[in-house]
């Protein structure tokens, strides 16, 4: 069965070059080729607009800079352009291949002007690329968060079809999928958890990021593993002419990132670190808890020539949570990434990557005297191509190969009379390939379509003591009781790490394309299907550091989702408009039976069963691009449902097999958000948020068995949370804005929920000693809380 998809691959890709090829020799054409960057920094710049007034095409650099563009002999006006910096026109004459590197300057009257970027107004409207999103640094920067702290993914829940996982968190859900489902990238390596402190904080320093993209849908074949969205993060690559440092100091955290050159114009370096510290002041409060989070990202780039280029980055981070002499917490992520880019010729640019991607956490309980250690660990090869082949075509292909470790659980006692005997949970490994094409064809000037294939297949390689099953069923039904329980293993069997247990294998086509009405709006609609081989095992409806996950194999089959979208998106003169629609389908959808124990549990198919999920909606983004007053309305009408229903016709399955809310299901999400420039010394910013609260299950009565209190549930999902409400503003005070001296700063006041609204977190229920009765108790996170940093440069 592999044999056959990879033979459907080829014939796509070689008939995709064909097409491509078709028409090149018609007329005399040549290459406009090169590298843009800043001219302060020498920093490449991504997704530049490279324009052809005359003939009405253009395109845009890739992550590292780089262009390339076909056209006809002739002398061209070209136009490069990019938010925050000042347009070029350059005069080409293309009777031969040219290459032509530039450097823009920034260009501080536009500087901020659009506070969500996508590509450029003209070329967004063309393009066949959808549900996409792009949030510039400075816009992230502006916008009020919890303690004052810049957050990257609460900017991200303020764009339709995105939800936070809940107050104070940092995981995210995209159209109704769960928060595991996101792919998330940090300089192609990727992260596992995206929060600090227990979500109160993302892991992503806003001064050591250069570009950030959410795609929601109509996702690109050169991405894969996951099934509702990919953020897709790059690093500055640091100064390449002077030697800087920025960072910010506040209540709660301070941070601090130094860049510069190693040898000027051909290799610089950056490093930033970050740390919170409010756990020194507890012990003046008579509190011996700790609660503190650090982490440091570095980068080295060095140009070898003009064909080569080097990257090494990394990222490492450690959250540490103690409470007293009862338990102690340390979680983190660490990443590291090897990059080569390198030209072929003007038209073929390929980038080759090394990749190390581990997530750890461990727990050490004091008062029963252990510690468990666990985690995820890959290793992922990357040979990725983008193949300028004509100027109506651009196509994309690579291949992709992880190798996984995961590692479920290690209890190993802390001291000889705890009591506890060492236990070893069985480690899991698999190996994820995948290869791909990706085409982007203007099929006239009305049409421009994007077609791809990604053929990705997953292996379950050899592991200690893999249990089996009566029928292989790791789970019972127990008719009399109406109860799934768990299968009495009947053996064990082991492999070596170089057998198959079981491989799977799936096409993952997608498509999109884009119909321009006029010169300022066009239609777009796109389908992708994508596979999804490992899984977060959890309880919680947002990815804790307590989550463990698992790869599909025996008896976990990889999720499936296939989504469609159609659009309609508009540009007015000050001001834009987008409108999507959207329908998708999950496949293999893992659930829990009730009662389902997932601590230290080493065969966790035995709590596991497959369902399926669907998800629906509207999305509309308004936005203003121009003037002092900027800013954006989203609104999301959605729906996230999903079922699993009875393996055969006996068993009830979950929720009597019947469709329920998703636990991130919310009808109803608007954020309205908006800068205002005063003057230069003063600019404010505020964000309303309105979300539908989150599905929740109450017990609607109770029995007494055996002197035992005994609550009975109304169906799973079937009552809400009141709604969540927010309004939060910020005021940023630069006090020497015309300053020519080298030290800039800014204080930035915040205030986090100004009306003081107490959102439900949870509701929980117990009995009142005094009174003897039943009462229900809201959990609310934040209330008001102000703040104030100081941000600087020099």
């Known amino acids: ?15 995709t070059s064909l097409v491509g090829s078709t028409g090149l020799f018609a007329q005399e054409k040549f290459t406009l080729s090169g590298t843009i960057s800043e001219e302060d920094t020498g920093e490449t710049l991504i997704g530049v607009n490279v324009i052809v007034p005359s003939l009405q095409t253009g395109t845009v650099t890739n992550q590292y800079g780089y262009y390339s563009i076909t056209l006809p002999k002739g002398e061209y006006e070209i136009v490069y352009s990019s938010i925050g910096f000042a347009p070029q026109k350059v005069r080409i004459s293309l009777s031969e291949n040219v290459k032509k590197d530039l450097s823009l300057t920034t260009d501080t009257e536009s500087l901020d002007e659009v506070v969500i970027e996508a590509n450029n107004e003209r070329l967004n409207i063309r393009s066949s690329q959808m549900s996409t999103n792009t949030l510039s640094t400075t816009t992230i920067k502006k916008i009020p968060v919890v303690l004052g702290e810049v957050d990257v993914i609460k900017a991200i829940t303020l764009l339709p079809g995105v939800t936070s996982a809940g107050e104070g968190a940092s995981g995210f859900n995209v159209r109704g999928g769960a928060a595991d489902q996101n792919l998330i990238l940090l300089d192609e390596a990727t992260l596992y958890n995206s929060s600090h402190l227990f979500g109160f904080f993302s892991v992503f320093n806003p001064d050591a990021i250069k570009d950030l993209t959410l795609y929601k849908g109509g996702i690109p074949a050169r991405y894969g593993g996951r099934i509702s969205s990919v953020l897709d ?25 130094l860049e510069g050159p190693i040898k000027k114009d051909e290799a610089s370096f950056l490093i930033g670190g970050r740390s919170s510290y409010a756990h020194l002041f507890l012990p003046l409060f008579d509190n011996d808890n700790i609660a503190y989070f650090y982490d440091l990202n570095a980068k080295l780039s060095y140009n070898l020539n003009d064909n080569n280029r080097l990257y090494l980055s990394g990222y490492f981070g450690r959250d540490v949570f103690e409470i007293s002499d009862s338990f102690a917490n340390s979680f983190g992520n660490t990443t590291l990434n090897l990059r080569w880019n390198h030209l072929f010729s003007d038209k073929l640019f390929s980038n080759l990557s090394l990749i190390y991607s581990d997530y750890y956490y461990g727990l050490e309980l004091k008062f029963v005297e252990f510690d468990f250690d666990s985690g995820i660990r890959n290793f992922n090869l990357k040979y990725d191509f983008t193949h300028y082949i004509s100027n109506n075509i651009d196509l994309r292909y690579g291949i992709n190969s992880i190798y996984y470790k ?11 009379d705890s009591g506890i005997n060492p236990f070893k949970l069985t480690d899991k490994y698999a190996w994820e390939n995948a290869a791909y094409v990706d085409a982007e064809i203007a099929v006239s000037d009305k049409i421009s379509v994007q077609a791809g294939l990604r053929l990705s297949t997953f292996n379950r390689l050899g592991q200690d003591e893999l249990f089996l099953y009566e029928n292989d069923n790791p789970i019972i039904y127990n008719e009399s009781l109406d109860i799934y ?3 009495t293993p009947i053996d064990t069997v082991s492999f070596s790490r170089s057998e198959t247990i079981k491989s799977f294998a799936n096409l993952e086509p997608r498509f999109a394309i884009s119909y321009l009405l006029n010169d300022d709006s066009s239609i777009k609609a796109s389908y992708n299907r994508m596979a999804q081989y490992i899984h977060l095992i959890s309880n919680t409806t947002s990815p804790t550091p307590f989550d463990i996950y698992a790869p599909s194999g025996k008896y976990i089959e990889p999720q499936l989702a296939d989504q469609v979208a159609l659009g309609y998106f508009r540009n007015f003169k000050n001001y834009s408009l987008e409108v999507e629609t959207f329908y998708k389908e999950v496949k293999n959808r893992l659930d829990y039976v009730d009662d389902a124990d997932l601590i230290a549990n080493n065969a966790v198919e035995q709590i596991l069963l497959n369902g399926e999920a669907r998800a629906y909606g509207l999305e509309l983004l308004f ?25 055969t016709s006996a068993e009830s399955g979950i929720n009597n097999g019947e469709w329920y809310n998703s636990p991130w299901d919310k009808t109803h999400d608007i954020s309205v958000t908006g800068q205002y420039e005063l003057s230069k010394k003063w600019s404010f910013g505020a964000n309303f948020i309105f979300q539908t609260g989150i599905p929740t299950t109450y017990p609607e009565g109770q029995y007494q068995y055996n002197g035992v209190i005994v609550p009975v549930y109304e169906a799973r999902n079937s009552s809400r949370l009141s709604s969540f409400n927010r309004l939060d503003f910020s005021a940023t005070w630069t006090p020497k804005p015309e300053s020519t001296k080298r030290w800039k700063g800014e204080w930035v006041f915040s205030i986090y929920n100004v009306y003081n609204r107490k959102n439900a977190a949870s509701i929980s229920f117990r009995e009142n000693t005094d009174i003897g009765q039943n009462e229900a108790v809201r959990l609310s996170i934040f209330g008001i809380i102000p703040s104030v940093t100081y941000n600087f440069k020099f």
């Open 406 to 416: 995961f590692n479920p659980g290690d209890v190993t006692p802390t001291t000889e």
């Open 1 to 15: 069965m592999q044999l056959k998809y990879i033979f459907t691959f080829l014939i796509i890709l070689g008939l």
């Open 623 to 647: 936005k203003k691009t121009t003037g002092k007053l900027q800013g954006w309305l989203s609104y999301t009408l959605s729906k996230s449902e999903q079922r699993t229903p009875g393996r």
């Open 485 to 487: 329980q768990k299968a």
């Open 233 to 257: 993060i790059y690093q500055k690559d640091g100064n390449k002419r002077e030697y800087h440092a920025s960072g910010g100091i506040g209540l709660v955290a301070s941070r601090l990132l």
